[in-house]
């Protein structure tokens, strides 16, 4: 049996089964559920499963999982607790009948089927249609190149083809005209015969008539010239304006499909603008608030599974690309080199951060806890890291909560602090914790 086929109207009030990216969506959220319960917990028919890669284990084992939440309800349950916590705005505009006009409606859709609201059924196939349309825009705009293109193409060859035919016409033209050159030159060449003939038998009469014969040769031959003259004249022309017409057909092609584009951009900026997208924020991390020093997940998993004291561990996360490495400052200072002062604790943990940032080329934020400080300090950052402490009355750990859950779904985030809460409450938004140990040594190798 399908998962498609078990997402079906027997599930509780749906009409047609769930769109294909929704059901993947719904099982790979799953599948990483599963990964992190208790052998014990995890259902039977999915306890093989439960012993895969990540990857392979949404990929092999959707059928499975996607029965079993058909079936368990209690599964079901805990895997909608996931996805409250990873979108707790959605899934409180779900329960309360509609969805955040900017949210995915694939998110919406995969909500709506975990957490199962009041009239979820609906809100589902208020996301199919949203899908659908989205697709049917994509497919006509797709049709309109298409076509645009088939036209300018079309228009080419046309103008190729006009182009060869006046070359051959040209061709002919010419050859008519080295034709009557040669006929005019042997006239001529008839014409001098004649009169030195003439001379020769001493007959003016006869030198005269030839003399008149000439004449009148060369009169025809002129006219003859002239007109083949005219003639090429005309061809030219001729040629000119189909080259000025093939130029124009396809200046005409290039401006529907500049206004074509035009007309793209004007309706993607509409769309930004009405669904109010931030655009001056080049980093999540940098809508974070946070006290200023000088004035008071990972979800893509290294290919194999390491443990968070596995030296490897730091040195497969830094070749994950787009990775955002966050530090609990002091828990690091203070595990490495505790004997320094503050100051020097900073200054020393901020110095292996820039060689770091410059040689593994992921963004770095260096987090450190204001209530530490005696008053403003000046803080020195290294090119390519962040340095952020905590606001009055908020400590280090909960500012690295903020920054985790202001980075996108799926963005990969290692934070890196031996404090067992804080390792916690980030692995369970997205994040992979790494002992302060593994920097400390990973600085230490330069």
Same mark, same amino acid.
């Given at each position: 049996?399908?998962?498609?086929?078990?997402?079906?109207?027997?599930?509780?009030?749906?009409?047609?089964?769930?769109?294909?990216?929704?059901?993947?969506?719904?099982?790979?959220?799953?599948?990483?559920?599963?990964?992190?319960?208790?052998?014990?917990?995890?259902?039977?028919?999915?306890?093989?499963?439960?012993?895969?890669?990540?990857?392979?284990?949404?990929?092999?084992?959707?059928?499975?999982?996607?029965?079993?939440?058909?079936?368990?309800?209690?599964?079901?349950?805990?895997?909608?607790?996931?996805?409250?916590?990873?979108?707790?705005?959605?899934?409180?505009?779900?329960?309360?009948?509609?969805?955040?006009?900017?949210?995915?409606?694939?998110?919406?859709?995969? @909500?709506?089927?975990?957490?199962?609201?009041?009239?979820?059924?609906?809100?589902?196939?208020?996301?199919?249609?949203?899908?659908?349309?989205?697709?049917?825009?994509?497919?006509?705009?797709?049709?309109?190149?298409?076509?645009?293109?088939?036209?300018?193409?079309?228009?080419?060859?046309?103008?190729?083809?006009?182009?060869?035919?006046?070359?051959?016409?040209?061709?002919?033209?010419?050859?008519?005209?080295?034709?009557?050159?040669?006929?005019?030159?042997?006239?001529?060449?008839?014409?001098?015969?004649?009169?030195?003939?003439?001379? $020769?038998?001493? @007959? $003016?009469?006869?030198?005269?008539?030839?003399?008149?014969?000439?004449?009148? @040769?060369?009169?025809?031959?002129?006219?003859?010239?002239?007109?083949?003259?005219?003639?090429?004249?005309?061809?030219?022309?001729?040629?000119?304006?189909?080259?000025?017409?093939?130029?124009?057909?396809?200046?005409?092609?290039?401006?529907?499909?500049?206004?074509?584009?035009?007309?793209?951009?004007?309706?993607?900026?509409?769309?930004?603008?009405?669904?109010?997208?931030?655009?001056?924020?080049?980093?999540? @991390?940098?809508?974070?608030?946070?006290?200023?020093?000088?004035?008071?997940?990972?979800?893509?998993?290294?290919?194999?599974?390491?443990?968070?004291?596995?030296?490897?561990?730091?040195?497969?996360?830094?070749?994950?690309?787009?990775?955002?490495?966050?530090?609990?400052?002091?828990?690091?200072?203070?595990?490495?080199?505790?004997?320094?002062?503050?100051?020097?604790?900073?200054?020393?943990?901020?110095?292996?951060?820039?060689?770091?940032?410059?040689?593994?080329?992921?963004?770095?934020?260096?987090?450190?806890?204001?209530?530490?400080?005696?008053?403003?300090?000046?803080?020195?950052?290294?090119?390519?890291?962040?340095?952020?402490?905590?606001?009055?009355?908020?400590?280090?750990?909960?500012?690295?909560?903020?920054?985790?859950?202001? $980075?996108?779904?799926?963005?990969?985030?290692?934070?890196?602090?031996?404090?067992?809460?804080?390792?916690?409450?980030?692995?369970?938004?997205?994040?992979?914790?790494?002992?302060?140990?593994?920097?400390?040594?990973?600085?230490?190798?330069?």
């Amino acid at each position: 049996m399908r998962s498609s086929d078990v997402m079906s109207s027997a599930g509780e009030g749906l009409s047609r089964p769930l769109p294909e990216r929704v059901r993947l969506h719904v099982v790979e959220v799953a599948a990483q559920v599963l990964g992190k319960m208790p052998a014990a917990a995890v259902p039977s028919p999915l306890r093989g499963i439960a012993k895969f890669e990540p990857r392979k284990r949404a990929r092999l084992g959707a059928a499975s999982i996607a029965a079993q939440l058909e079936a368990d309800k209690e599964f079901r349950e805990l895997v909608a607790e996931a996805v409250e916590a990873a979108w707790p705005e959605l899934v409180a505009g779900l329960a309360e009948g509609a969805a955040p006009p900017a949210a995915d409606p694939v998110l919406v859709a995969a @909500a709506a089927y975990l957490t199962r609201p009041p009239g979820w059924p609906d809100l589902v196939e208020q996301a199919r249609e949203e899908i659908e349309r989205a697709a049917s825009l994509g497919s006509q705009r797709e049709q309109a190149e298409t076509r645009l293109r088939e036209q300018l193409a079309a228009q080419r060859v046309a103008a190729r083809e006009e182009v060869e035919r006046v070359r051959e016409q040209l061709k002919t033209l010419r050859g008519e005209n080295t034709d009557l050159r040669r006929k005019l030159h042997d006239a001529r060449e008839r014409v001098k015969a004649a009169e030195a003939r003439a001379a $020769e038998l001493a @007959a $003016e009469a006869e030198a005269a008539e030839a003399r008149a014969r000439a004449v009148e @040769a060369g009169g025809a031959a002129d006219s003859e010239v002239r007109r083949l003259k005219e003639r090429l004249a005309d061809a030219e022309r001729q040629m000119e304006a189909s080259r000025r017409a093939a130029r124009e057909g396809r200046s005409v092609e290039e401006v529907r499909i500049r206004v074509l584009l035009d007309a793209l951009q004007g309706t993607v900026a509409g769309l930004r603008k009405e669904l109010a997208l931030p655009t001056m924020i080049s980093r999540p @991390a940098d809508s974070v608030a946070a006290v200023a020093p000088d004035a008071p997940g990972v979800t893509a998993v290294p290919a194999r599974a390491l443990a968070d004291d596995d030296p490897q561990l730091l040195d497969q996360l830094l070749a994950i690309p787009h990775l955002h490495l966050i530090i609990d400052g002091y828990n690091v200072t203070k595990t490495g080199y505790p004997s320094l002062t503050l100051a020097d604790q900073r200054t020393r943990l901020l110095t292996g951060l820039g060689g770091l940032a410059v040689q593994a080329r992921v963004e770095v934020t260096c987090v450190f806890d204001g209530a530490e400080l005696d008053g403003p300090v000046h803080v020195s950052a290294p090119r390519g890291v962040r340095v952020m402490f905590s606001a009055p009355g908020e400590i280090a750990d909960d500012l690295i909560r903020r920054l985790v859950r202001a $980075e996108p779904k799926g963005r990969s985030m290692a934070v890196v602090s031996s404090d067992r809460e804080v390792a916690d409450s980030v692995r369970r938004m997205g994040a992979r914790p790494v002992p302060a140990l593994l920097l400390i040594r990973r600085l230490g190798r330069g």
